[in-house]
């Protein structure tokens, strides 16, 4: 190790305070690795120089880069198929009945990373309803990551992002090919809403969403701040949302208002009552 074990704390409590991401001291790997990454993308001379530098400004710009540095972003299209498969054969079916009068659909994507995710949706939805224009769409797509939400907003992905479990006909059909790299269609790409959203943080005001996919965060987080988001994705979610979590993640002993069912081979979490 080349980071001290003070300067593995110190950047363990700025995380913390900023994002609410426990960090501990097996994580000591880990967090010298991705600040080598900053200090080289910066030009500082070393990890301790960076350090030193957030110690001088711990407030400034350098704290979200570092936190940034931080968040993990391993994300693919259709991760984790059985979500989306109960979103395609069932949920969405069901909700686009539901929905009918109103014909508005909203659905949130938390930590959304490169987008994959929210674009995997958008894919689905499409394949629905194609092109109906009496039908309003929004999809929110959040992160604390900046570099992420321009990724996405973008939504240029290589040959190894689009390899990873997009089927071949939608990527025919929804993707244009630029050189190596591969952007989704302007119809999807104007689906998908960017904002910066710290989860740790009162949310900002949001639409009533009808699914709220919040899937492999809750696991960085301790008990306490899981307890505060979902509680706030209570204010967010309609009665008869569909909240979709991580594979091991669960709001048991959590928060007991919400109930564990099945759709399919998938778990999803809806309000009691």
């Given at each position: 190790m080349t980071i001290s074990g003070a300067d593995v704390d110190f950047i363990s409590q700025v995380v913390r305070a900023r994002a609410a991401i426990v960090l501990d001291r097996s994580k000591e790997y880990l967090i010298e690795s991705r600040?080598?990454?900053?200090?080289?993308?910066?030009?500082?001379?070393?990890?301790?120089?960076?350090?030193?530098?957030?110690?001088?400004?711990?407030?400034?710009?350098?704290?979200?880069?570092?936190?940034?540095?931080?968040?993990?972003?391993?994300?693919?299209?259709?991760?984790?198929?059985?979500?989306?498969?109960?979103?395609?054969?069932?949920?969405?079916?069901?909700?686009?009945?539901?929905?009918?009068?109103?014909?508005?659909?909203?659905?949130?994507?938390?930590?959304?990373?490169?987008g994959q995710e929210p674009y995997t949706i958008a894919m689905l939805i499409q394949e629905l309803i194609g092109a109906d224009p009496s039908w309003r769409v929004r999809l929110v797509a959040t992160d604390i990551d900046t570099q992420m939400l321009n990724r996405t907003k973008e939504g240029v992905y290589n040959q190894f992002e689009v390899n990873r479990g997009l089927p071949a006909p939608l990527l025919v059909r929804y993707f244009a090919r630029h050189g190596l790299n591969y952007q989704i269609d302007a119809r999807l790409r104007n689906m998908v809403e960017t904002k910066f959203l710290n989860l740790a943080e009162p949310f900002p005001p949001m639409p009533q969403m009808d699914i709220v996919f919040l899937r492999n965060v809750l696991i960085y987080f301790d008990v306490d701040m899981k307890k505060?988001?979902?509680?706030?994705?209570?204010?967010?979610?309609?009665?008869?949302?569909?909240?979709?979590?991580?594979?091991?993640?669960?709001?048991?002993?959590?928060?007991?208002?919400?109930?564990?069912?099945?759709?399919?081979?998938?778990?999803?979490?809806?309000?009691?009552?």
């Amino acid at each position: 190790m080349t980071i001290s074990g003070a300067d593995v704390d110190f950047i363990s409590q700025v995380v913390r305070a900023r994002a609410a991401i426990v960090l501990d001291r097996s994580k000591e790997y880990l967090i010298e690795s991705r600040l080598q990454t900053l200090a080289r993308e910066r030009g500082d001379e070393s990890v301790a120089d960076l350090v030193k530098k957030l110690r001088a400004q711990p407030n400034g710009p350098l704290r979200d880069q570092v936190v940034e540095a931080m968040t993990t972003n391993e994300t693919s299209f259709f991760r984790d198929i059985h979500p989306f498969r109960a979103m395609q054969d069932t949920i969405l079916p069901e909700l686009l009945v539901q929905r009918g009068r109103e014909r508005s659909l909203s659905i949130w994507c938390a930590a959304c990373s490169s987008g994959q995710e929210p674009y995997t949706i958008a894919m689905l939805i499409q394949e629905l309803i194609g092109a109906d224009p009496s039908w309003r769409v929004r999809l929110v797509a959040t992160d604390i990551d900046t570099q992420m939400l321009n990724r996405t907003k973008e939504g240029v992905y290589n040959q190894f992002e689009v390899n990873r479990g997009l089927p071949a006909p939608l990527l025919v059909r929804y993707f244009a090919r630029h050189g190596l790299n591969y952007q989704i269609d302007a119809r999807l790409r104007n689906m998908v809403e960017t904002k910066f959203l710290n989860l740790a943080e009162p949310f900002p005001p949001m639409p009533q969403m009808d699914i709220v996919f919040l899937r492999n965060v809750l696991i960085y987080f301790d008990v306490d701040m899981k307890k505060k988001i979902l509680a706030q994705v209570k204010k967010v979610i309609r009665p008869d949302g569909y909240l979709f979590l991580g594979g091991a993640e669960t709001t048991m002993n959590i928060d007991d208002q919400w109930v564990r069912s099945t759709v399919g081979r998938a778990t999803v979490y809806r309000l009691q009552g």
